[in-house]
């Protein structure tokens, strides 16, 4: 039942910083433990980074820690992912992902280019 939003893609040089944000509709969003995945071109999906429902946690991917953090404000049923640092090898469409037990949603997806 939740509906996901990305935004916040767009062109970025090399060393350059983005925030994606992933707006989610309804309550549950608050309940559910989220995460940001990624996928480039010709290159099988990958986890970024999640988050749980309070916030309290966060787990990354060994190759991005140092250069990405997740956050949420739940009063605005969003999450974000902070990408500093940016590297022509994070080129992707990035995707949020939000599970509750057995329910998952996806959002369509937002674009994240690196290049100069």
């Known amino acids: 039942q939740v509906q996901l939003e990305e935004s916040g893609g767009g062109l970025v040089q090399p060393g350059g910083s983005l925030r994606l944000s992933c707006v989610a509709s309804g309550i549950m969003f608050r309940l559910s433990a989220v995460a940001w995945y990624r996928q480039a071109p010709g290159k099988q999906r990958e986890w970024v980074a999640s988050?749980?429902?309070?916030?309290?946690?966060?787990y990354y991917a060994d190759s991005l820690k140092d250069r990405f953090t997740i956050s949420r404000e739940n009063a605005k049923n969003t999450v974000f992912l902070q990408m500093n640092s940016l590297k022509p090898e994070d080129t992707a469409v990035y995707y949020c992902?939000?599970?509750?037990?057995?329910?998952?949603?996806w959002g369509q997806g937002t674009q994240v280019t690196v290049s100069a």
């Open positions: 992902n939000s599970k509750r037990g057995t329910y998952e949603s």
């Open positions: 988050i749980t429902s309070g916030g309290s946690s966060t």
